[in-house]
């Protein structure tokens, strides 16, 4: 399932043209994070009421796609064992970055297939220096944000956080009037007013292995390409040289 924006319909036409249109959850506006996420969530209800859902955000990218793959594969299980809780991938920091979110994980558990797991302590929203060196010297991880559960962990904890807006989408569906819906509803960021509030449902896995990296801008795309030594036509037309690659 996609979930867009109308907005930037010229940008996802060609890249979704081959997907079914019920896969598709366009909306009207950009409400953040958390609206969209309950859209969603609220949709795969509909359809498949004991469905794992696993929620990726389309700006990152993956050095070891085999190695993320198997990532993912650990969190479906442990939704499965874990159903009223929703799963978290953190990736170990590679630096004390300022302008990520970080998970400062609890004590440490061994799932049923001895998958290494920890609850949530605290979310930290780009933190300063210090704060970022203090939880990469102790297990801090980097919040990918890609967030994995059963459908009803999802919804008891949207209910549980910003119930106002889960009704609002809930009525807009069964009248099949999403702009309404979208004018009235308020902004909602899930990692800030969703997932913070409850820390104690959250359980967080480590992506070890999988190089991940946040597109969230052009120095960090550039960066990506560097450190991977990939180089798309368009790198040398906006100033990049070769030599930055070897």
Not at 99 to 128: H, L
Not at 169 to 187: K, P
Not at 230 to 235: F, K, R
């Amino acid at each position: 399932m996609f979930v867009v924006t109308k907005a930037h319909e010229e940008f996802y036409n060609d890249e979704l043209s081959d997907a079914p249109g019920s896969n598709l959850v366009v909306q009207p506006a950009n409400r953040g994070t958390g609206v969209a996420i309950a859209t969603a969530v609220l949709q795969i209800l509909q359809h498949d009421p004991d469905a794992i859902v696993a929620f990726f955000p389309s700006d990152h990218y993956f050095a070891d796609d085999e190695g993320f793959q198997a990532t993912v594969g650990w969190a479906i299980t442990l939704a499965t064992q874990r159903p009223e809780s929703l799963i978290l991938v953190g990736a170990p920091p590679r630096w004390p970055e300022v302008e990520y979110g970080w998970i400062e994980p609890g004590p440490e558990s061994i799932g049923a297939d001895g998958i290494s797991v920890r609850r949530v302590a605290r979310f930290w929203e780009k933190p300063p220096l210090g704060t970022a060196v203090r939880l990469m010297r102790g297990g801090g991880l980097w919040n990918t944000f890609i967030t994995i559960g059963h459908s009803h962990a999802f919804l008891d904890l949207l209910m549980s956080t910003i119930p106002p807006v889960v009704s609002e989408i809930a009525a807009a569906h069964a009248r099949r009037d999403m702009d309404r819906a979208y004018r009235d509803v308020e902004r909602i960021d899930f990692s800030t007013h969703v997932l913070s509030r409850h820390a104690e449902r959250l359980l967080v896995i480590s992506d070890g292995s999988s190089g991940w990296t946040d597109l969230g801008n052009e120095n960090r795309v550039i960066g990506m390409l560097v450190e991977n030594q990939i180089e798309p036509p368009w790198l040398q037309e906006i100033g990049q040289e070769t030599p930055l690659l070897n």
